[in-house]
Each structure stands twice: as C-alpha cells, then as structure tokens.
C-alpha cells in the first residue's frame, strides 16, 4: 500500500463568520495496526521488541500487500522466525537520545541539544507511520522521534530564548499544515496519532510568529483547529454528548478528551490489549476508548482519570470534562476575537469573544469545588475532589477571579515541594502522579500565579524546579523529560522508561533561566 510521500499544502479562504472554517482536509493515512493487520498483533502480542512503539514506527522494505503475501506463506510460528521476518522486511528507525557532549554550563549545554534534536522530512518512505513536514522542527528526545503538539508549545520558549526565531517560525508553518492537510493537529506526527490531538496549544504557538504577514493564515488554522474540537456542537440537545463536546442541562457548551479511534494504540497495542483481557467486567471499546482519551490529555495516564484513582483498569477519562482542556478552549476563543478583530471582521470576532465568555462563566461555575478548580464528573454531576497540578490552568488563561486564584494558591501549596510541583498527590505508579514533576506543569503553574500577583509561590517553583534539573544535569549530564521532585531525582511510573532529551524540560528551564 502507498500514498503520498510529499506535502501538498491545501488553500482555503478565510471565513466571514465562526460557524465554519474552509479547509479541505485530506483522507487520514492508516496506521501500521490496520495495515498490517494479524503481522503487527503478532509482533506486539508476541513482544519481539521490548517497546510496543519500536514496530510502529518501523519503515516497511516493500509493499504491504507483498509482506503480508509472504507473511502468509511464512513459517514464523516460532518467535525467532517472527523475528528473522521483521528484520527482511522493515527497517527499525533509531531514537533521539542526543549524543554524549562534553560538559558545558547548562545553558549552553541546552543551546547546543537543540541542532541535535531538529529534524527535517518534507518526504517520508512509502509505507512509513511518519508524517511529512514542510519544515526543520524539534523532537522531544529518546524513543519521541517526532513533533508532538503540545510539547512543542513548551519547547519553543526554549528556542526563542535560544534566539531560535527562524525555527519557531518553521514550526509554526509545520504545525499549519498539518491543520491545511489533516483538519486538526494530531497528538504527534505519526499515522497512528491521527485519530486523537491533545492540549489545544495552536493559539499560544501560532502567536509566537514575528510574521505579520501570516496573520489571516494563522486565523484560518486556528478557526478550523476551534471547528475540530467543536465538531457536532450545532443541535446538539441539553444533556447531549457527541465526540470532543457535551452540552449541559443548562445549555453550557464545554470540551473533553477523545480518540476517533476504540481500538488498541498502535505504540502500546500489547499494554491496552492485556489490560482489556484482564478486566473482563469493561467492554474493551470503551475502555480502549477512555485509554485513548487519556493520551490525548497528554496525562498518560494519571489517578486524575481512574475511578478508584489507583487501578488503570477503572480509567474513564471521556466522562469527565478536563478545567486544562477547557480553559485553553477559552484562549483559543479569545485569540481568534482578537486576530479577527485585527483582521476587520468585526461579527466574527463579536461571536468568539462571547463563546470565550460563555465558557469562561462556566468554568467558574461549574469547575470550581469552593476550593480549587478541578474536572466535572458528568456521571457524578459535580466537580472533582481531587487537587492536581491542572487547578492552574484558569489562573494561566486569566479565568479565574481574585478569591479564587488565592484559593487555587492555597490549595496548590500542598503540590509544591523542593523539587517543584507534584502533578497530584496520588502515587498510583503511573507517571502523571505523585511524585512526578513535569515541565509543562511548572511554566502554566508559574505563569498562572505570576497573572494574579502571587509571585511568592511563583518563585518557590521556579527555584525548586531549576534546582531538580541543575542536580540531576549534575549527576548525569543530562536533561530528562520527567522529575521526582519530592527526591529531586529522575522520574519513574507509567509504560516505558524515563527519556532523556528532553524537547519540553529544555525548553521551560531555558525560558526560566533567561528571565530577569
């Protein structure tokens, strides 16, 4: 099976008003699970490799239909045959582990990771789960061999501070196309993610251009990202749930985390297969579905999303509406009043600017427990319990009042220790808990306290934070994508090991380390 190797961009007229937007996304590539079908559930169940992700990313030596001809007449009962099959027919692509360096102060250490990890492919192997970019971009690092959305977000505060401008700009015009071709910005530049996005960070990427020439480019992009997440929203009934939107009682409109796709990731097709046969009570759609949902949250995964908030087997991420999810809905709204605005269109930017403030009223109503925010369990019919790292996100997208930006610094304090923030104060085992600490978290968190003039717990976490990494770049000469910051040491948890890098921690601790 072949498709197109090189881009196309797609052209699209800028809309009058917000109720579509222009585009014309092409057919979604299949990914290597159902193009290869009983090959890759052998492969994955069979565990040739260690890492569910090596044979997802694997680059076919032929044509599918010719390996799967000759899979059928192999003799690969037997797991070394299997193995000696996948050697002849597809070549396995190497990680993004930077390469030794000498020891160098750890700015300059950051300045230079960042050659090693930009990567280039305006053409991609027929066959290959990769998708092309027009553009040079930056990797996260380790077995992440490709752009992943809202890591990018976090990495390009690091290459701006860099002095980087002109690869920001390349990566937002990669981040662009990927809207012009696909309808959307999938979880990460591979087939397999195409069914899923995560945390809508376009507005904050594209506002980072220096181009003004782009504007109503940027403004198309944005509207059809605003129209994906909202697909099916018009007519939707009181009560009613379709995809990525749930329309309350009361007729409030708000988001949560999907996947098109209820069937096995295809980069941990053997993780979710085992845990849907060990939990025979759970129809496996669903619970594939909600595994899904999870990694679209960029929480993969978290007690946040599990019914005992322990056992991964109880995960129901789509029947929680996410405060992240649906404050950086309330920026993306707000962003494209504004760009229409500058663009003159005065009932499109009047249309937005009130969704933005429909929601905005909604998460403080409905996503604040009288002490913090948090998610709206919709099976519950009220707002979670649970403190997380995620109460930050309406203080970062200026959504929260005075009192409760006080309230969400008290309620944080408990997260906050000598290595940063903890993500929650569960330690599940799975990597977005206690004691975990991620960079994303510490940049929103700062940023968030820093709006409301709470600059004490803003520095406590910057301190902290710059202090893990120093350690640990100390210790090992390297930059990590996770921390334990109870420990000040490497993270741990979840369904791989820590990678080293690391795209987003370079990228916050290089923007901490430039301010004044």
Not at 222 to 248: F, K, S
Not at 259 to 275: F, I, Q, T, V
Not at 334 to 362: I, V
Request: proline residues 8%; positive net charge; charged residues 25%.
């Amino acid at each position: 099976m072949r498709r197109g190797l090189t881009l196309a961009a797609t052209a699209g007229l800028m809309a009058a008003s917000p109720a579509t937007a222009q585009t014309s996304p092409t057919a979604m590539p299949p990914s290597p699970a159902q193009i290869f079908g009983p090959l890759y559930q052998a492969v994955e169940m069979r565990r040739i490799f260690p890492d569910s992700k090596t044979f997802a990313d694997a680059v076919p030596k032929r044509p599918a239909a010719a390996i799967m001809a000759a899979y059928r007449a192999c003799a690969c009962d037997d797991d070394a045959g299997l193995r000696r099959f996948v050697a002849a027919h597809f070549a396995l692509a190497p990680d993004a582990a930077p390469r030794p360096q000498e020891k160098l102060p750890l700015i300059a250490h950051i300045d230079r990771l960042w050659p090693q990890l930009t990567r280039t492919t305006p053409t991609v192997p027929p066959g290959a789960s990769a998708l092309p970019l027009p553009r040079p971009y930056v990797v996260p690092g380790g077995r992440f061999r490709e752009m992943y959305y809202w890591d990018s977000w976090f990495t390009m505060l690091g290459l701006q501070a860099s002095g980087q401008q002109r690869l920001v700009e390349d990566m937002i015009v990669d981040f662009g196309s990927l809207i012009d071709r696909y309808g959307h910005i999938p979880n990460g530049t591979r087939s397999y993610y195409l069914s899923r996005s995560q945390p809508p960070f376009f507005y904050l990427i594209a506002a980072m251009s220096r181009d003004p020439a782009t504007l109503a480019t940027r403004t198309r992009q944005l509207r059809a990202e605003h129209d994906w997440w909202m697909r099916g929203a018009q007519g939707l009934p009181p009560g009613g749930e379709t995809a990525r939107v749930v329309r309350l009682a009361d007729g409030t409109l708000l988001n949560r985390y999907w996947d098109d796709r209820d069937d096995p990731r295809d980069e941990s097709y053997r993780e979710d297969a085992e845990l849907a046969a060990a939990t025979p009570d759970r129809d496996p759609r669903q619970l594939y579905r909600d595994l899904r949902a999870a990694a679209e949250s960029g929480w993969d995964f978290s007690s946040r999303w599990l019914g005992d908030r322990r056992t991964l087997a109880t995960i129901r991420t789509t029947r929680l509406l996410p405060v992240d999810l649906n404050s950086l809905m309330v920026g993306m709204e707000r962003a494209l009043a504004d760009q229409y605005r500058a663009l003159g269109d005065r009932k499109a930017a009047e249309a937005f600017a009130r969704q933005a403030e429909a929601r905005a009223t909604a998460i403080r109503r409905w996503m604040w427990n009288g002490r913090f925010f948090a998610d709206y369990d919709l099976d519950a019919r009220t707002v979670s319990d649970q403190p997380t790292a995620a109460m930050t996100f309406p203080l970062f997208t200026a959504i929260a009042t005075p009192d409760q930006a006080r309230g969400v610094a008290a309620a944080l304090a408990p997260l906050i220790g000598e290595g940063g923030v903890r993500t929650t104060p569960v330690a599940s085992g799975q990597q977005w808990d206690d004691p975990n600490g991620w960079a994303p978290l510490q940049w929103v968190a700062i940023a968030g306290l820093r709006r409301y003039g709470l600059a004490a717990p803003a520095d406590r976490i910057k301190a902290g934070w710059l202090a893990t990494v120093k350690r640990e770049y100390t210790a090992s000469g390297k930059l990590l994508e996770k921390y334990d910051v109870t420990e000040r040491k490497p993270g741990g948890g979840g369904e791989y090991p820590t990678q080293d890098g690391f795209g987003w921690t370079n990228g916050v601790t290089r923007a901490l380390l430039a301010e004044r």
